[in-house]
């Protein structure tokens, strides 16, 4: 079932925990509950973005660094 | 020369009360915004507006390139840099002196040695302010660093020489204590940072953080009595005071000789702030350091002495000497300032951007804000929406108007961190001043619901 993942807070959205480290996913990789696809920084904290559904992490929407509003679709599961 | 036109490179409060400030001398103001920041309310009280970047702080307020278009754009002859971001950026400040434009604060070389940890300790060694007591460099080895601790005093903090971040830090409490830990930290030293090498400092456990506000023109200082900051959570500041009721008279004015004496040796030019920890126990005080810039609490020192710090920055970045002796600031009553965060206390603080769709000022004391009703908060900066300035006669009296005026200030649609404030205000430790700068994080631990 296709699910989507949404922005939990407006704020800048990262896909790697910091600029030196690989992202979290690529596009593709297989995705459990609960891991971690990107990081939302809102008033310089960062909060992680989280899958609530197992399955394959077929697209970005946002890319790294776009700012989001809260709920704004960040990543498609399928 | 007397400023004629302002560039305000900051947002949020502290770009309205410059605004405010400039006003009063009869200067004209541009006001520097994000693209994020089109709306905020400085923008409407400037005269004009330069749009320097986009919402990332990178990209617009830390942006050095793009500000210093925007300056030169301008025509403005000053450039005020208000606290954060570019404020001590010893790069930013060449850049604004070499187009020759005058930058209220002190110069480059001020801000590059008073921002250096190691030279700032060095600067008030030589000018006979204490600084925590530490060894003098690196220390190699078990039998140095037990010979060392007892004239450093227990209890002693262990640090990783190469350290940071609190990694690497261990508290010994006597000889026996240090000597069974010392393996332990040169280890975990060698493990973390590829260097065993460990440094000692005296670890002063009741630490009030007490600060002393200066006034310089390059020659002469001035000190406007201290501000205690010793409310904080995560090493950021919630609530400020002044007087602080911990020192005595003869410590205060001691304390506070001790930062004219640093910053007249350094040739200290604008408002600044030198930092100490104060030991309860001991009645010591320590330097720890200097922030060579206008503070988010400088209203407290506003409050007690009746001296508006950003004019007063302002004349004397426009050349005036300084028009104050020492005898001429007086301090009067008491004073409390307390920030209002777009966070939740009730959520771990999470932060709370979003649209205020109800606001109502407090009816009492003096609330420096940059929100209306109507303003979206942006998420991309920090969380402050406004600072809560009461002043009574004496800290009794200034609690009792904190309690008043937080009831009659409302903001709806976000978070804020008003009820915490709220509760603070009534916790007896708080009434009774004793409190320190691990206090309000046990506190709330306590208070959270098991």
């Known amino acids: 079932m296709a699910t989507q993942i949404l922005a939990p807070l407006p704020g800048v959205f990262y896909r790697r925990p910091t600029p030196a ?58 | ?138 220390v190699d080895g078990a039998a140095e660093a037990l010979r060392l601790a007892p004239e450093i005093g227990y209890p002693v903090m262990v640090k990783a020489s190469a350290g940071g971040g609190g990694r690497g830090i261990r508290v010994a409490r006597d000889a026996a204590d240090l000597e069974k830990q010392l393996p332990l930290a040169m280890a975990e030293a060698g493990a973390a940072f590829g260097d065993n090498g460990l440094y000692l400092e005296r670890y002063i456990e009741r630490a009030r953080h007490i600060e002393v506000q200066v006034l310089g023109d390059g020659e002469r200082t001035v000190h406007l009595f201290e501000r205690e900051c010793s409310l904080q ?46 030991d309860d126990q001991t009645g010591e005080f320590f330097f720890i350091e200097m922030n060579t810039r206008i503070q988010v609490e400088h209203p407290v020192t506003e409050a007690i002495t009746g001296i508006d710090l950003v004019a007063a920055q302002l004349r004397i970045a426009g050349g005036e000497t300084l028009w104050l002796t020492q005898a001429d600031v007086i301090r009067k009553g008491h004073a409390i300032e307390v920030r209002i965060n777009a966070e939740d206390p009730a959520r771990h603080f999470m932060p709370s951007p979003g649209t205020i769709t109800r606001y109502e000022p407090p009816a009492t ?68 001043g004793n409190v320190n700068t691990s206090w309000l994080e046990r506190w709330m631990q306590a208070a959270k619901p098991a």
């Open chain 2, 365 to 432: 004391g003096r609330f420096d804000t940059f929100v209306y009703e109507g303003y979206k908060v942006v998420p991309f900066y920090d969380s402050l929406l406004g600072k809560l300035i009461v002043h009574a006669e004496t800290r009794q009296g200034a609690l009792a108007a904190l309690e008043q005026a937080l009831g009659s200030l409302s903001v709806e649609g976000i978070k804020t961190t008003a009820p915490l404030h709220r509760t603070l205000l009534k916790a007896p430790d708080v009434v009774a």
């Open chain 2, 233 to 278: 959570r995560k090493r950021q500041k919630v609530w400020e005071e002044g007087p602080s009721s911990a020192l005595a008279e003869e410590t205060r004015q001691r304390l506070c000789a001790s930062a004219v004496a640093l910053a007249e040796r350094v040739g200290y030019r604008g408002a600044g702030t030198l930092e100490y920890l104060y």
């Open chain 2, 1 to 138: 020369m007397a400023i004629r036109k302002l560039f305000i490179a900051n947002r949020g409060e502290i770009a309205v009360r410059i605004n405010r400030a400039a006003r009063s001398l009869g200067i004209a103001t541009v006001q520097a915004a994000s693209e994020a920041d089109r709306d905020m309310l400085a923008c409407r009280l400037a005269d004009e507006v330069s749009v320097v970047g986009p919402a990332k702080a990178s990209e617009s307020y830390l942006n050095i390139p793009a500000m210093m278009a925007a300056i030169t754009e301008s025509g403005a002859d000053a450039v005020h840099p208000g606290y954060g971001f570019l404020s001590e950026n010893p790069a930013f400040v060449q850049a604004v002196e070499a187009a020759s434009i005058t930058f209220v604060g002190p110069g480059a070389d001020t801000i590059a040695r008073m921002g250096d940890k190691a030279t700032a300790r060095a600067e008030a060694i030589a000018a006979g302010v204490p600084v925590v007591p530490g060894s003098p460099g690196r």
């Open chain 1, 21 to 78: 480290e690989p992202p979290f996913k690529e596009e593709g990789d297989a995705v459990a509950v609960g891991d971690t696809i990107g990081l939302v920084e809102a008033m310089k904290s960062f909060f992680p973005v989280e899958a609530e559904t197992a399955g394959r992490l077929v697209a970005y929407r946002i890319e790294d660094g776009q700012t989001v509003d809260a709920d704004d679709v960040i990543a498609d599961i399928a």
